[in-house]
């Protein structure tokens, strides 16, 4: 790494010489090695060869030899911000020092107050907001508090145990309601933070019951683009870009699936003359998941955008209906996005996530059956996130297949995160015809049991936009989309009651 702190400026395009991101060090040193130490290292480390460029980064950041660089990087950086005279030199250098920090294990704080002394830097010198060192800089700032409030929450839960718990918690359960039971148990989702299953909605929601046939003859012959889970992920909820393919050919190649789907149901809707199921729900929910016959996922597909044929079949209650994303002007981002198709085959789960923008949203399951693993959004320190690319947090912490209790301790998940035992999460079945109604900022994981079909949407309205208007501020410094979202619902809250 000789020479870098002279290389590290780039980008003559730009209207300013930036920093270099960790990302583009770490694979310019990555490029430097021979063939066979970056195979030696990924075998080492059993790093996938399929993941995307940032995915494989993170990872290369988490060998010996990465972590190493890291380090060796931020000491040379911490010699050049004692040397270097020009302020907006000065300003970089703590920059890409504070960047580094936060992909450094323990030196979030240290990262945070670097970042900060660049910002006052940057205003000493009278650099405008609108630059862009300083939008990467209040960017990075942002991500860094976040990372920072993360760790010292986590660290403020745990002071007061004496000892931590040697088995995984155990689950609550999430309450199950009516469809003339949804506006008066409204409260729990908005105000109380607590998700709730609407039993039956789902069947209301649409001018006909959606099945997997229903699809494939209204919207068989467009092409959507499907993800791939991979655990190694950084990407939002662990699913990659994977390939394209006509509605009809994807869920063709889940008809094993929906085999599956019609033995487990067997017999489901029998029912006794007390009227109960022979087999609850609850039973088949609790059987081990198949390995997926395909790992590809119709993961959020708009229909407002992409069928709107399909779109124009959904009805929603007026128990739903109040989402300020909707209202949004036309041609705005989001206006259109949901609601959004999913489809996926049977034993794929999405990895753990917390929605964006700090929205609400609703899921209605129309074939198979979802798990949902669901934490308070209080717990979501006890979770290890971290923030390496964006203000969406990225979790290496996997809960696909856990019961809960005893019987699912293991001494490698609790030593990889100790302060998981201390968390409170839910865990629930969506069968067809339910709707589940997850409070903004839970971070979440799903499983999909038997071949699944379900619609879902994102919610901003009065009981979550303050959240979602910070986080909107923070991501129009890289996105100028979500600065026009966050001056209309910055206006729509000021006029609201």
């Not at 040379?76 to 300003?91: E, G, I, P, R, Y």
């Not at 489901?268 to 081990?288: F, L, T, Y």
């Not at 690319?389 to 995160?417: E, I």
């Amino acid at each position: 790494m000789e020479g870098y702190i002279e290389s590290s400026l780039m980008d003559d395009d730009d209207e300013e010489d930036l920093p270099e991101s960790v990302d583009a060090m770490l694979s310019r040193w990555w490029r430097s090695l021979s063939p066979n130490e970056r195979a030696q290292i990924s075998s080492d480390h059993e790093i996938d060869s399929k993941l995307n460029p940032r995915s494989r980064i993170w990872c290369i950041s988490r060998t010996r030899q990465g972590e190493g660089l890291l380090h060796q990087i931020a000491k040379k950086l911490k010699l050049a911000v004692c040397h270097v005279n020009d302020q907006t030199s000065h300003a970089c250098n703590l920059l890409s020092l504070g960047e580094v920090l936060l992909w450094i294990d323990g030196c979030a704080e240290e990262a945070l107050a670097a970042l900060q002394q660049a910002r006052a830097t940057t205003a000493a010198v009278g650099l405008p907001s609108h630059s862009s060192l300083v939008q990467r800089l209040d960017y990075a700032i942002g991500r860094g508090e976040m990372q920072c409030k993360a760790n010292s929450q986590r660290h403020q839960l745990l002071r007061p145990v004496s000892s931590l718990p040697t088995c995984l918690p155990t689950f609550q359960k999430v309450k199950h309601v009516s469809v003339a039971e949804l506006k008066q148990s409204l409260p729990m989702w908005h105000e109380e933070g607590q998700p709730l299953l609407v039993t039956g909605l789902a069947k209301t929601m649409v001018t006909q019951l959606w099945s997997f046939e229903h699809i494939i003859s209204v919207a068989g012959s467009q092409h959507v683009d499907l993800m791939s889970p991979a655990g190694q992920s950084v990407m939002w909820a662990k699913l990659e870009p994977a390939s394209s393919s006509p509605v009809s050919d994807f869920i063709q190649s889940l008809r094993t699936d929906l085999a599956s789907n019609a033995s487990s149901t067997a017999g489901v809707a029998m029912e006794n003359p007390d009227g109960q199921n022979i087999e609850p729900a609850a039973k088949r929910c609790n059987n081990s998941l198949p390995e997926p016959s395909d790992r590809l996922y119709l993961f959020d597909w708009s229909l407002p955008l992409n069928c709107p044929k399909l779109a124009a079949e959904i009805s929603l209650p007026e128990e739903l209906a109040d989402n300020w994303l909707a209202q949004l002007p036309e041609g705005t981002q989001y206006h259109n996005s949901w609601p959004s198709l999913f489809a996926a085959p049977s034993g794929l789960s999405s990895g753990l996530h917390v929605d964006a923008f700090c929205s609400s949203f609703w899921m209605a399951v129309f074939e198979g059956t979802k798990r949902w693993t669901i934490f308070p959004r209080d717990d979501l320190p006890l979770l290890y996130p971290r923030y390496p690319y964006s203000l969406d947090a990225a979790f290496s912490l996997d809960v696909t297949g856990w019961s809960g209790g005893d019987g699912d301790a293991t001494a490698r998940v609790l030593a990889d995160f100790p302060a998981l035992g201390l968390s409170r999460p839910w865990q629930v079945c969506v069968e067809p015809g339910d709707v589940l109604l997850v409070p903004w900022g839970c971070a979440h994981q799903v499983e999909n049991i038997g071949a699944t079909l379900a619609i879902s949407s994102n919610v901003v309205s009065g009981h979550n936009a303050t959240e979602a208007l910070r986080w909107l501020k923070l991501q129009g410094l890289q996105d100028p989309a979500a600065v026009e979202v966050h001056r209309h619902l910055s206006a729509r809250l000021a006029s609201s009651p």
